[in-house]
Nanobody
Framework: VQYVESGGGLVQPGGSLRLSCATS????????MSWYRQAPGKERALVAG????????NYVDSVRGRFTISRDNAKNTVYLQMNNLKPEDTAVYYC????????WGQGTQVTVSP
């Protein structure tokens, strides 16, 4: 199992980023996927999830209406579109198979700062 997250960076408050997570080592279309984030000094926390077919999504309250999770099963890739970013969104972002938390990628750093 491998996850390769990308697309992070430094952005001003109110800006946008699109994260990607390329996966391999499992049958992507069979699994729901999730994005997590870990802010400095805090535990890793769930941000959003998407069903295996993409028809169902869920978000934590703090990002609902600003973030959109999506997936392309032909490319074995899950995305996180992040709009209207806030300083409190600063974290390392990870994707993972929902409920299968034994393996993690290296994550991608998102920093929101003036």
């Amino acid at each position: 199992v491998q996850y390769v997250e990308s697309g992070g960076g430094l952005v001003q408050p109110g800006g946008s980023l699109r994260l990607s997570c390329a996966t391999s080592g499992f049958t992507f279309g069979n699994y729901a996927m999730s994005w997590y984030r870990q802010a400095p000094g805090k535990e890793r926390a769930l941000v959003a999830g998407i069903s295996n077919g993409g028809g169902s999504t869920n978000y934590v309250d703090s990002v609902r209406g600003r973030f959109t999770i999506s997936r392309d099963n032909a490319k074995n890739t899950v995305y996180l579109q992040m709009n209207n970013l806030k300083p409190e969104d600063t974290a390392v972002y990870y994707c993972v198979r929902t409920g299968r938390l034994a393996y993690w990628g290296q994550g991608t750093q998102v920093t929101v700062s003036p």
